[in-house]
Nanobody, 118 residues
C-alpha cells in the first residue's frame, strides 16, 4: 500500500518559517519525481516546487522562488519543503506528490495545513 504522509504544517506569523516533511512508503522512492502542491480555499491547486528523482534538478513557482527550498533524502524516503519569509498568501493545504515518469504512476498525500497570520 502506497502512503505519503505529510507533517510540519501549522500556524505561523508572517515572516516566519516552517519545514514540511513527507515520508513515502510502498513505492521505489528513488524512482519518483517528488513535488509539493498547495490549494487554498476557492483557488486551484498549484505546483509549489518539485525535485527530480536523484535530486539534481528543482523547479519552483514564481511566487515562492527565493523563499522556499525543496530537498529530498532518498535513504529516508523523505522529501522536505523549507519555507521562509512566509506570507499570508502562502496559507493553504500543502500536498506531497509522487510521480514516476516512466510509468505515469502518481500518488498524493492527505495534505497538511499551513496558515500564515498577518
Amino acid at each position: 500500500q502506497v502512503q505519503l504522509v505529510e507533517s510540519g504544517g501549522g500556524l505561523v506569523q508572517s515572516g516566519g518559517s516552517l519545514r514540511l516533511s513527507c515520508v513515502a512508503s510502498g513505492i521505489a522512492f528513488g524512482l519518483y519525481r517528488m513535488g509539493w502542491y498547495r490549494q487554498a480555499p476557492g483557488k486551484e491547486r498549484e505546483l509549489v516546487a518539485d525535485i527530480t528523482s536523484g535530486g539534481g534538478s528543482t523547479t519552483y513557482a514564481d511566487s515562492v522562488k527565493g523563499r522556499f527550498t525543496i530537498s529530498r533524502d532518498n535513504a529516508k524516503n523523505t522529501v522536505y519543503l523549507y519555507m521562509n519569509s512566509l506570507k499570508p498568501e502562502d496559507s493553504a493545504v500543502y500536498y506531497c506528490d509522487a510521480y514516476r515518469p516512466s510509468t505515469g504512476r502518481n500518488y498524493r498525500g492527505q495534505g497538511t495545513q499551513v496558515t500564515v497570520s498577518s
